[in-house]
Each structure stands twice: as structure tokens, then as C-alpha cells.
Nanobody, 111 residues
Framework: VQLVESGGGEVHAGDSLQLSCTAS????????IRWARKAPGKGPEYVSS?????RFTISRDNAKNTVSLQMDVLKPEDTADYYC????????????????WGQGTQVTVSS
């Protein structure tokens, strides 16, 4: 299983950025994939629309086996390495588990 993220970069506060993750060796058609991030000096956390105040939107293209993370109105505190994380079990994903992780893509938001 391989997960490859892309789309990171340096942006200014208020900008938007879209990350993509392509999965191989594992179908993500049933939603068994999530986005997570790890900020400097902090532990990893899963990201979602709910915990981003609606600024982040996750979408999946089953035909391409990819998942995207659209991030709008970015803030300096969104600076982190972003990862996609997947598991063969959707139940594991719901429980916050993921056996497979990408290498990460860095997002830096300046004020």
C-alpha cells in the first residue's frame, strides 16, 4: 500500500490550498481514508470540516482512488505537515486508527 500526498506549499493567511493523496494497493472507495496533520511541537491530529470550523473540505474520487483536502481561509496555526492515512477497515478509521500513512506534505501559512 502506498499513499502519496501532493499540493503543499507556502501561503499567506486567508489563502486557500488543495492537497491531494493518491492511494495504490488499497481501495479507498468506502471512505477508509482520512487526513491528519502534525504541527511543530504538537501531537498529530485528524483534520475534518468539523474541527476546522468548516474551512476544510474533504472529497474523494473513487475512480482515481484519490482524496483531496481543500483548505480555505488558512491561518498560521494551520502550519503543519499534512498526511493522508488509510486502513483496510472503515471501522478502524472511525476509531481513529490507520495502518497506512503517506510521507506527508508541508503546509506553511504566514501571517
Amino acid at each position: 500500500v502506498q499513499l502519496v500526498e501532493s499540493g503543499g506549499g507556502e501561503v499567506h493567511a486567508g489563502d486557500s490550498l488543495q492537497l491531494s493523496c493518491t492511494a495504490s494497493g488499497l481501495s479507498i472507495a468506502n471512505g477508509n481514508i482520512r487526513w491528519a496533520r502534525k504541527a511543530p511541537g504538537k501531537g498529530p491530529e485528524y483534520v475534518s470540516s468539523a474541527n476546522s470550523g468548516g474551512r476544510f473540505t474533504i472529497s474523494r474520487d473513487n475512480a482515481k482512488n484519490t482524496v483531496s483536502l481543500q483548505m480555505d481561509v488558512l491561518k498560521p496555526e494551520d502550519t503543519a505537515d499534512y498526511y493522508c492515512a488509510a486502513d483496510r477497515s472503515y471501522q478502524h478509521i472511525l476509531a481513529g486508527r490507520a495502518d497506512y500513512w503517506g510521507q506527508g506534505t508541508q503546509v506553511t501559512v504566514s501571517s
